[in-house]
């Protein structure tokens, strides 16, 4: 009889090989593709207690959470960039991929549930990532009582482009910001956004096409 295989050695073959393929992809070093792989065992131990996202398993987070995050380096050039806000960041996506991928940046987490701002202030700590800032507050105290220098805005999965625009107010610190919204491939614009919206840009997720959506005060 043949040797019983053991079913967390299979699991972690299988998370290295999807790393390997998001390495691949993204040029990740060495260092970064081990921080994916606290950041992904961190998230499913920590959702086993609290609810941090719907996607729990291994390829999933690492398919519609890294991967979906990490798609935006290839339409922005990054090293031109500073300092990036994330919306709603939850579990902290795009935010924390995006600061793996490019330590250079400082990035500001908004999210005002305070378990989760605790996952990711662990993963701030465990990960080694400096310049981040979590901030706690909704979207509309962050507009009127922050003044950060922001070049990029980013909101994957949480407030509206209808919310999202009051960025662009005459009174906003950030209205000369550029907003990026992940959106369905069948997302249009309503009348309160389309003023503001500079650019989509289509880009597939395994087989399902996505794009980002570009806003800027006009």
């Known amino acids: 009889m043949g040797k019983k295989v053991n079913k967390q050695h299979l699991e972690s073959s299988f998370i290295q090989t999807q790393l390997r393929q998001l390495s691949t992809k993204y040029s990740l070093s060495d260092k970064q593709i081990t921080q994916f792989e606290q950041y992904l065992r961190l998230l499913i131990e920590w959702n086993e207690k609290f609810n941090l996202t719907a996607i729990t398993d291994p390829a999933g987070i690492i398919q519609y959470h890294f991967d979906d995050s990490l798609a935006l380096a290839q339409s922005i050039d990054f090293n031109n960039i500073q300092t990036t806000a994330d919306v709603g960041t939850g579990a902290g996506f795009p935010g924390i991929p995006l600061k793996i991928l490019f330590p250079h940046l400082t990035t500001i987490l908004i999210e005002v549930n305070n378990k989760k701002r605790s996952f990711l202030a662990h993963i701030a700590q465990e990960l080694k990532l400096d310049n981040v800032i ?85």
């Open 134 to 218: 979590i901030y706690g507050f909704d979207w509309r105290t962050f507009l009127r009582s922050t003044q950060y220098s922001i070049d990029y805005f980013f909101a994957r999965a949480s407030l509206q482009p209808e919310e999202l625009i009051r960025i662009f107010k005459p009174s906003s610190p950030y209205k000369d910001a550029i907003f990026v919204y992940w959106a369905s491939q069948q997302w249009v614009p309503e009348k309160p956004e389309s003023p503001f919206l500079l650019k989509e840009v289509g880009y597939t997720l395994d087989t399902v096409k996505r794009k980002f959506v570009f806003f800027t005060k006009q």
